[in-house]
Every structure is written in structure tokens, then in C-alpha cells.
């Protein structure tokens, strides 16, 4: 098993700091501290478009592809605590100029760590070092943005946010060593409860991806600065009877809101140093990568077992890598030297 | 006479305009008129109502009187009954007192008069109700008096003349007057009898202490707050008398947080101490003492391991600290012999306790009586003879023990004593510091440095066998600890060698220099260990700071470097490393050398030098041109610095031995080789170049040197003759020396023009002779002959020839490159060894570079490398920036295609000249910025070329420094940001540093 | 910073500090022979004939030996790029108070460009509850991050029990992202270069 490397993308002058592929057509955007996010084709492999003009004054450190819409369109967080949603109406991918800048979010005090987008388009969270994690119910041509809830649950720098793929669950990594998660609540749409904590960590968390499998909440991993990515396992969610290992004694009186998760393991530990991001793919495996440049891939052998199959180290010099996303078998990765690189997994 | 008078005053009264004094006292002076009528005629002005006319017509009397200096009694005694009267009006006060002034100056003035003149200002004067310019003019009036009159004054009026001071100087403010107040008052308590006064005068002054005045910023007079305190400090040190008001007020100051005024308290006292007589210093120095011991005790001395260190002590607390040492040191100077030993015993009661090594005031106690002990010769012994027991009984447990006890036995060590009571306690000093020296915990690297200075220091009282073991055992010191240089101990023992070798160079001589030497690897040794002969060396050569060891290490050395010789020792630096340290030291130290080096030294190395390095081929340096040419440095070092009357003769030796093949001091042909440079071509030319490059122009030859230069250009005009380039370099050196020095002009132009009509350019050998030419030229450009220019003109002209055009470049180069042997004798400005004109080198850029630029513009492309070659051949000689400065924006152009060659040596030239462009004229490189900065880009990541990394990253600060506009700068930051990452790994530590600043300064850029 | 936070700090002088800077080689090698024969026509890299037998004994190696040695990074060199960074509250540098130690620098470096090497460097504050802790560190980290290769990871602590939040400000100085965004923060740069002003 080892990785080929199929492509690298260059244009950044600065560190790469995110990367999102979009879910529908071969596009693929990276952000970077030279202020700019490039826009590539996928398959062609040709840049479409730098979204610039001076949109934003210090470092994007965060971009995600609205899941839906007729047209594409993409939300950037930056350090300069603003948003940016950018679309292409005339779904002309090539052609550069007609993607636009269609909104300007403001609202969170100091630097956005993270954007994503609710699997149905609906919302879009982003977090910062505020402590502060807001979420915005866009309109379809993404004109206006409101915000509808504004949570306050960690008492740290957010580093980072993403939904589940299929219900509206948001995942939060920070800074105070803990992941939380997050639902609509039942009764009132605009409230947004925080239905788990799950501690553990013994350092920063850095980012966090829902299994891909099924339609409900199964599993979350997570990966810190403590060197080590744990997966949790939902047990039962507040608003349904026990899951089928019930084996909890029913005297445990579980408070209604609240989802019960449980450690379930700790993946092999391999990397040295800070692990910035962590990716489940649909094919099940999980891709992680830090600030010793090494390109983790795991897989399950059963429910507490993983086996590392893939560890290649220097996979971008000696640069630190700050992010990894999953498209089908392949793997994106983005550095520190600015260069975003397209990986095929040869089994 | 009335008349005119008349006329002057009604003048003067109507207008603003001063009295015309100086008239009127010239009349009083010749008689033609007299005071009296003076004030007849001012009359009714003097007693006018408006104050102004009254003012103005006493002011007129006053300043006449000014300017005269005899009167007859009679006038005298009725002015000064006029002026008395006047004390009455205040507002002519000013002009009166004037008046007085001047009345009381007067030659035969009768000084019975101040009696009545003193009661009346003491009377009707009220300070508080006049201006200060007019008080200013009340203390002019006493110190006139008091100048003037000071014999009657002590005799009749003391009392009197000290109650008008006080009078006239209570409350005063104005900065001026206090000054002429406090010089009085110290003029009065140090003459006048002031027994029932002194409180009085001493308040009158401390009432102003501390001074902490600012001089307003428009004040007319420049008086500074250190005036008034040096003034005010001069008045409490007049008189003992103000001893028991003046301690303890004063003390009591000494509780004040700002060191400005502590310092102020402490000088005071300094100034007190020097003039107070000793009784009154018996009766408090222990009031003085305790108020001021723990200023030394409560100081942590964190900065000072010997006593000489307070000297150097810097900011605003020291300099307290220091006024305290020195307070300290001062005081037991007034002491007599019985109140010292009084004194000393009532101190050492209380700090005896502090005197254990452990203690936490040890250092700073016996820190205080080290310095009382430096007072005087008696203290000295005294404090000695009560503390050293102490101390020398207290056994140090830990390291850190030794270290405070050797550091307190130091500031005992006092050699301004040659005879004290310290040598009773010599041996068990010895004992301590030895073991402190030779302790083995390398760890206490202070403990060691301390011992070795205060062996250093105790040397003064050593005997000759007590010395020497000292020296032999810092020797050791300094062969253990000299294969780390940067080792402080092995500092500090390089520098006590500097003093010992100085004061002791026969006990160095015979304990240190054989140690070294023995450690040097010899003929019989195995393997050489080149470290340790570098270790050993550097040693050898930075001890060595007297005649006696200068000449005994040079011997030694060369026998050294003999031995090895005959041993056939091969490791070439071995023998390179010796000659190079004996180079050193005749270079160091050239004010010890003596005429026996040229008759001992140069004949030695001359013989040793041409068996070894031609004779004897199984020598190791056989034909080894560099130790060849390090030993002939070494003969011309001791050429240049010998007398001229010696000259002749060391030159008549070369030649007999080089050019003749005959006998001669230097080399006896008996050894089998008869050298003759100008048949028999031995590659010893160089040698002979040394000799006669150093010897000064008005030697004659013993020869014919026409004959000589023709036989040589004949053999150096065919290559083929030599053996190696080296041989053929020194024989076109030997062609340039003997141009310059014996040949004229003419005879030069004969020969010049004979080689270039025989010349065929076409073919290849004529490089040979153009070479000839061309040294023969380098001498005519070097005495700036007008004949230069035409042969110049010649060379420069070969560029268009195809067949000779790639080699006049490096012809052209020649006339200006720098050579050792054809520099100025710079040790001895008395002796001119060449004639080299001093602007020669500017003339030949001047003519050169407008005529290169001119070239490299009308030629065709072919050639245009040639010019660019030519170009940065010549700009590497230039080293003087004022030479190149006025062409930098004409050969602009061509630098920026020079440093795009891939020739390094080429390219590193014009890297130079771009430096020196950018930090000289920066504007100038505007318009090619991002070529520049791509190509200096570009070569930073070259890691064949270490010079060029260097200099490009050179180029690129000087930019970045430059005043080039930011806005300009700050398209190329991010490139110059990301493209220099990578010579931030390079291998060697000064580019990694200089890349590291660079960066630095691109990253500010935004900053600033 | 109008009452200083700690106003009478233990002062080292200068010449104290261990410092690499200026020391060069003593008995230097010389470089006079080869500048004489490189002006001669007949010199073998300018004209393509063979000139007339170049001397061996001129070609030995000892003078260009120390231009390929390998100087490798050392604590000296890491300690003698921080030690002159300036203290943000007194006009003294971080080495004469102390604050930056050369035992307190350790390094985990392999020598191989291509690898990671690793800078632990132990900081020890002037006074405990000193808050200008994270200030140092950052100056520390800006510092060394623009002068060494992207290789090092550079880890900055506070060194043990010599600060009341040690762990709070240990985090803080090495989380990669806080520290890239207070390097876009204009009054934090302003401090920060006015703190590296004194490194020389």
C-alpha cells in the first residue's frame, strides 16, 4: 500500500492553510496565508480562478463549497474576523470572471479558524478565536446572511467546525482540549444545543470529521496537538430510545437533551508533534497529517482495532502540513510551502 | 571748564544716553575740573523728585569714580559722606553702593572710613526690598572691601564686617548673587574669627543644601546647579568650625532615595575630610563611619573581583558607591598612630565576626578595610597584621570558599607597599592560591582566573625560587587549558604572561618557553598533531613581549624548523606554520628588532632555504614554493625595518650570491651550487626579489643594471625556459623591480620599442614578450611616467587584434594588479625602497575605464566580452573607493552584464563595484531593480561560488538599507523573503548569519 | 509599561556572554602565491594551452580545506541570534538578563537538510508572575523562525516552576496558528521589531 502523487498544484507564496473539494463538480479551492484562494479544475488540473481583489486584509485560514445551489459557490473565513461567499452564476467553470464576490459576513471579534456548510446548504457555521462559534442561515442566491445562533459553550480559541453529512449535528475542535457537539433544538429551530462534550484530549484539538456511513450520527475522529486521533462513538442520541448495546442499567437518569458518547479507541500513534488535520473517507479509511509532514492512512480492522496501512513521511519537504481531505481514493494535502499536492492511493 | 561740564550734564539728563564718564574722568584726571564740582553741577539733579534723574546723576558720579584712582583725602571723605547719606534714598541705592564700590577701591582711600561705611549699609541696606542686580552690587561692594582692606578689617572690624555679610545675604535667591554669597562666606570663616559666628555662616549656607537647581532656559548668565554646588561644598569645608552642625544634618541627608543627592552629601564630606584638621576628624569619623559602612555592606559587588574594578564601575548608584570608597580610603589618612590603632580596634570589634568566609558580608568587609588599608603605609600594616590571621585560619570548605578567600587575600595584595607587614604571611598566601590554582574541579573557572591574577600581583615580594614556581605552574595552566582558545582560563593566564613576560623575561625564558617547546612534535615524532603545533604556537607567539624572549624564541624556532629539515618531517604546514610564526612575531613586535637579525637571522634562513629548496632533492621542501616564499617575507620584514646604512651591504651580498654566483655571507658556494640568475635561471629569483624590493632606491647595483635587465627580458621573452610559472612570475617580478628602480626612461623606451618592432603578433610566441612588455610597462605606470600612457595606449589597442585580443585583458590587468614585493615599505617612512607615486593608481582608472566604456559601446558583439573581461580584471584591483566613485554611473551598464557571467572571479568583481554602487549612488540602480535582484537571487543559491553567495547577499542588504523608496522595495519583499529560505541551510555559519540579516531587514521593510 | 514589573533585574555585562561573534582562525593560511600566479598569461584556467608545467606543490590541499568543512547549526549559533533580541520593558537584551541561557537551548538536528530537526529552548522569565512571558517567547519565535531553515520546529517553554501559568503560556507560544496570527497583528509587530531592532 503507498500513496503516488498524481499532482501538485503552485501558486501560493505563503503557507496553504485549507482546502474543499466540491461534492458535485471536479473543483477544488485552497486558501493560504499570501491572502488569496486559488480555484483549480480537478480534472484538468488547470487553475480557474484567484479570488483576490483585496477582499480580505490578513491570512484565509479557512474555505468550504456550498453542498448545494445551482450554481457553485464558496464561503472563505479569515483572520481579519470576516467572511467571504464568492459564487460563479453562470456555472462557466473556466471562464474567470464571472465568479463574484456575493457577500461580506462580519460579526465575530477577532480571527475565523473555521467555515462549513450544513450538508442541505441551510446554515453555515464558522468559528474563531472569540471562543465563539455563530451560525448563519443563508439565503439560495446566497444575497443575504443572517445569523441565528451564536454559541458560546467553549472556553477557548475554536480551531475548527464541520457538520455531519447527512443530519444537522455540528462537530467543534478547541482549544480548551474539547470536542463539542451541537443539534438543532426540537422545538425551536433557532436554538442549537450542545448535546456533547467529549474531553479526553490532553492538548489543543485541531480538527475533527464525522464517519461517512449511514444516514444518522455514527462515529466522529479527532485529532490534536497531543499527538494522538481518538474516535467517538455516539451511543444513543437524546431523542430516541437506546441504541441496541443497552447495557446501561435504565437507573441512570440520562438528561433529556443530552447525546451519550464514549471513547471508543485511540488510532495507532505514529505522528510526532501536532496532528492539524484528520479526514474519514467514504471508503472508510481515516488520512491524518501534522506538523512532522508525515501522511498517516488508517484502517479498521474491527470496532477497537486499526492498522496503519499507509505512513509516508516528508510528504511535503520538510514542511509542516496543515490539511487533508478524502475525494473517493485520493487524498488532498496543503502545506506549508504552498503547495497543494493530489495523492492516488495505490492499494 | 563749567561750561563744558554744564553741556555734558544737561546732555545726558535729557537723553536717554549713558553720561559721558569717561570724558569727565579724564578731566578730573588731568585737574582741569574736580569731583566736587562734578556734584556742584549735577546739583539739583541729585536731589530731583522723579527718582530717574536722581538715579541716573548718582549713577553718573559712581561710574566717573569708577574710572579714577587716586582722589585727595579731603574729597574722599565727603564723597563718602555724600554716599553715605544717599543710603537713605532706595532708589538710587543701586548707583550708591556703585558708588561706595568704587569710593572704597580708591588707592589712599582711608580705611578708617569703613566703620561708618559698613554700620550705614548694615542700617539703612534692607535686602528684601531691591532687585537682585541691585543685591548683586551690595556683595560686589563686600568683596571689594574685603580685597582691599582685609589687614584693617581682621584687626578692627571682624565682627563687624562678618554681621553686614549675614545682613546682606540672608534669603537670598537669585543664583548669581548666591554664588559671589557662598565665596565670600568660604573667604570669611577661613580668615576672619568666626568662633561666635559659626552657626550663623552655617546657616546662612546650608539652608541651599541640597542644590537642586535648573538654569531658567533664556538666563543671561550661564551658571550650571554644579557651580552653586561645588561653591556651596567649598563654604561648609572652610572652617572645622562648622564640624558639629555640618555632620549631622548632612548624614541625615543621606537617607535620600535619589542618588544625585547622596552623591552631593559624599563629596562633601570627601572635600570636608581633606581640609578639616584631625582632631576634629577624631571626633566623628566613628559618626562618619557608622553612617556610611553599610553602603559598602549591604552592596551585593556584583561586578567586582579585584580593587581596581570600582575604577571601572559606570552608572549613578556606583558613582555613589565610589564616593563612598574613596571616603573610606581618605579618612584613615588623618588618623595619627596611636588613634589608628584606637580607631581600627573599635571597627574591627563589630566586623570581626563578618571576617568568616562564609559569612554573607565577608567580601564586602574585608572589601572595606583592603580599601581603608590603602590610606597609608601604617594602616596598611596594622589592618594586615589584625585581619590576614583571621582569614588565613578559616579553613574553605567548598569551592566557592576558596573563591571568596583568594579573591579577599587579593585586595590585600597591594604592591604600592614593596616593605609591609604582608610578607609575614607570604608563604601561607602562596599555599592558598597555589591550591587554588592547581584545584581540579574545572568547574570554579573564577576561583582559578582570581589566583592567577593574584599570583601575578603577589610576584612584588616572591623570591626568585618562589616566582619561578609560579611561573611553572601557570605554565602548566596554560598547556592544559590552551586546545580551547575561547577557555577563560587559559585567557586569563595568556594575559598575566603578558605582564610576567614583561617584568620577568628570564624566569619565562628558562621555565616556560622550554615547556612549550618540549610539547612541539619533533623530527623522531610518529605522526604530527597539527592542532596541538597551532595551540602551541599561538602560545609561543603571544607571550613573548620582551627583547630577551623575542630573540631567544626565534632562535629556538629556527633550530625547530632545522631539525625538521634534516629529519625530513613532511607535513608541509608543520614547516609552514613555524616560519609563519616567526613572521608574526618580527611583525608584532618591530620595535625589538635589532641589526644582528639581518646579520644572524637572514644569513641562516638564506642558506637553509636555497640547500633545502634546491640542493637537496630529498629535502622535504624541496621546490616548495610556498615555504620558499614565506621565508623570503621573513628576510624582507627584517630588511624593511633595518637601517639604512646596512642596506648596501645586504644588497651587495644578494647580488654577489644571485647574480655573480660568488661567495658571500648569505650562501658559501662551497655547498655546490653557484647560482646565476642571469645564466643558470634557478627558481630562486623570488628570494632575490625579496632582497631587493625591501633595500632602499639609493643602493646602487654592484652591476651594471642594463646589462642585467637585457639578459633577463631575453630569457623571460621565451616560456619554455622555466621550470614553473612560479619561477617565470619572479623573473617578470625581478624585470618590473629593476625598471623602477635602476633604469631611466629612455633606456626603457629603447628596449620597449625593440621588443614591439621584433614582435609577430600572429603568432603564439609573441605572449611571451608582450608579457615582458607588459612588466616592464607595470614599472613606468608605477613611477607614473609620462612614457606609461604610450604603452598603455599600445595594450589597450590589442583588443582589436583576434590573434592577441583574449590575452590583453589579462596584460592590461597587470599594469594595475597589486604585488607584494612592488609595495611601499610602510614600517619605515624614512626609507623609500620603490618609486611608486601615490595617485598612480587613479590616474590609470581615469584614463582606462571612460576609454573601456567608449570601447564596449562601438565594438561588435564578438568582442563585447573581451571589454567586459578587461573591465572586471581591473575593477579587482581597485580597494580604494574614492579611486572608482566618479566612474560608478558610466560602467553601470557593463557591471550589470558582468554579473551575469558564470565566470566567478569576473562576476565577483562586479559584484563588488555593485555594492559599492548601491551604498554610494543607490538611485542610479533604480531602473534595473528586478534584473538586479533576480540575478542576485539567483546567485545566493549558487553553492559552487562562496564569495558570490556572500557578495550577492551583500548586494541584497545594501539594498535593503538603501534609500531607495519603500514603494519601489516592496514588489520584490515576498521573492527576496521565500527565494533566500534556502541559503539559510547553507554549510558555512557567516552565510547562514549574513542570509539571516538580510531577511531581517526585508522583513522590517514594511515597518519602517 | 509605565511602573516597570520588575525593576532592579540581576544584570550580566556584555563580554560575559558566551558569543561566537568576530572569533576568526589565528595562524591564517596564505593567500598570496596563488593571487601572483593567476596574473600570469600562461595561467592554465585562462588560456586553453597547457602552460609550461604548473607546480604540484602549489595545488595542496590545506589551502582551500576549511571553504568544504560543514559547519553545523549549534546551541552557540541558536543562542547567538537570540541573546541580542532587546527586552520589551528595559533598554537591556535578553541575554544580559538572562531571560535566554545557552544551557537552557537544546537541539535535536540530524545535520541532513532533508530532515526535521527540532529547538527546545527553556526561557526563564525575570520575575515569576512576569507577563511579558509570551511577549519574549513570540520575539523568540519570530526571531528564529525568520533566520533558520523551514526544517526546525521550534518549541519555546517557559522554564519549570519560574512562572505562575507556565503551562497556560507554554501552550500559547507554540500553537502555530495564534503565533502566525499575532504576526499580522500591527501593534504586536510594531513591539516585536522594535525587539529584534537590537539583534545583531
Known sequence: MSLSLVHTFTGHTDKCWATSIHSKLPLLATVSGDRTCRVYNLETKRLIVVLDDDSHSKTLSSVEWKPTGEFPSLAIGSFDSTISIWGNEEAVLEDEDNWTLMAIIEGHENEIKGVSWSHDGVYLASCSRDKSIWIWEADDNNEEFECVFVVQEHSQDVKHVTWHQHENVLASSSYDDTVKLFKQDDYDEDDWVNVADLTGHEGTVWSSDFEKKGERVTRLSSSSDDGTIRIWKILHAADDQPSIDSKLPSTIKTDTNQDM??????????????????????????????????????????????????????????????????????????????????????? | MDLQLSQWVSQFMASENDPPCEEIAKAVIEKRISLLQLIKTLGSHLTDETPHIRSTAVGCLSNTLAKIERLNRADIEVIAKFYIGKLDDNDVMSNTLVGLRALTSLKNFNPALLESVLTSVQEKYEPASFLAATRYQSFLLLETIYQKHLDFILANLNDLFVKVFIHISTNEKDPRNLLISFSLNKQISSTLQVENFAEDLFDNAFCYFPVSFKPPPNSPYSIASHDLKTGLRQVFAATPLFAKDLFPNILEKLTSTSPAVKLDVLQTLNL????????????????????LKFEVLYNDLANIVELADIEKLSTEDDLVFKEVIALFKNLPKKFTDEQIIKNLQIMLEELKEYLHISHKYFKQTVLLLSVMATSKLSVYNHIVGEVLPVLLTDEPSTVVDEKNLATALNFFINPDYPESKLSQYKDDILVVLSKGLMSSSNVETTLKCICIRSLVNLSFILDTQEVASVISNLSELLLSTMKNEKDPIFQETLNAFTNISATMPNVVLETTLPLLLSKLPNESSSEIDLELVRNVLNVVVNISHSKLLLDSIIVRLLSVYERLLNGRVVTMDYYYFLLNSIYLLLSNYPELLSKDYADRVIPQITSLTIVNYRLSKESPVYLNERILDQCGKIIRLIICKLELIHHQKILDDAVDTFLLGSDSPLFSTSLGLEISLVSKPPTLVSLFNKFLSAVSKDCPLKIEPLDVLSSLVEITRDSKHFESLFERMGFLELICLLANKYISDSDLEKILNELSETIDLQSSDSLGTLEVMAWITKSLVL??????????????????????????????????????????????????????????????????????????????????????????????????????????????????????????????????????????????????????????????????????????????????????????????????????????SHKKRKVRKLAADVRQIYYELEQS | MTDLINAAPKVLNVDQLPTREGKEDRIEQSGYLPGLLSLSVFNVPFTEKSSPGSTPALSDSSLQSDDEEFESVDALEIYDLISSISDPEHPLTLGQLAVVNLEDIQLDDSGNPNEIAEVIIKITPTITHCSLATLIGLGIRVRLERCLPPRYRIIIKVKEKTHQSENQVNKQLNDKERVSAACENDQLLKVISQMLSSCK
Open chain 1, 261 to 347: 458518547w464514549e471513547l471508543e479507541t485511540i488510532l495507532p500513534i505514529i505522528h510526532h508533534g501536532p496532528i492539524y488535520s484528520v479526514a474519514w473517507g467514504e471508503n472508510g479509511y481515516i488520512a491524518s497529517v501534522g506538523s512532522d509532514g508525515r501522511i498517516v492512512v488508517y484502517k479498521e480492522l474491527n470496532s477497537k482495532e486499526w492498522q496503519i496501512i499507509i505512513s509516508q513521511p516528508h510528504s511535503h519537504g520538510v514542511y509542516e502540513i496543515n490539511n487533508i481531505k478524502w475525494h473517493g481514493d485520493r487524498l488532498i494535502t496543503a502545506g506549508d510551502d504552498g503547495l497543494v499536492k493530489l495523492w492516488e492511493l495505490a492499494l
Open chain 2, 783 to 984: 613611477s607614473n611616467s609620462p612614457l606609461a600612457m604610450k604603452y598603455q595606449e599600445y595594450f589597450f589597442s590589442l583588443l582589436e587584434i583576434p590573434s592577441v585580443a583574449s590575452v590583453s585583458p589579462k596584460l592590461l590587468e597587470v599594469l594595475i594588479a597589486e604585488v607584494s614585493e612592488l609595495e611601499v615599505n610602510k614600517r619605515d617612512k624614512k626609507i623609500i625602497n620603490l618609486n611608486v607615486r601615490l595617485l598612480y593608481k587613479q590616474k590609470f582608472y581615469n584614463i582606462m575605464l571612460p576609454k573601456i566604456i567608449e570601447g564596449y559601446r562601438n565594438c561588435e558583439q564578438a568582442s563585447k566580452e573581451t571589454y567586459l573581461l578587461l573591465l572586471s580584471l581591473i575593477l579587482n584591483h581597485v580597494h580604494q573607493r574614492e579611486i572608482i566613485l566618479s566612474h560608478l554611473e558610466n560602467i553601470l551598464p557593463l557591471i550589470l552584464q558582468i554579473i551575469q557571467s558564470d565566470n566567478a572571479k569576473s562576476r565577483n568583481s562586479g559584484l563588488e563595484i555593485l555594492n559599492l554602487t548601491i551604498e554610494s549612488n543607490c538611485m542610479l540602480i533604480k531602473p534595473h531593480l528586478h534584473s538586479i535582484i533576480s540575478r542576485l537571487l539567483a546567485i545566493t543559491k549558487d553553492n559552487s561560488d562562496l564569495n558570490g553567495q556572500i557578495n550577492a547577499l551583500l548586494c541584497l542588504k545594501e539594498i535593503g538599507i538603501s534609500k531607495i523608496p519603500l514603494s519601489q522595495l516592496q514588489p520584490f519583499r515576498t521573492t527576496i523573503i521565500n527565494q533566500t529560505v534556502a541559503v539559510l
Open chain 2, 272 to 291: 570636608c575630610l581633606d581640609t578639616y584638621d584631625n582632631d576634629t576628624i577624631q571626633e566623628y569619623w566613628l559618626t562618619l563611619y557608622n553612617a
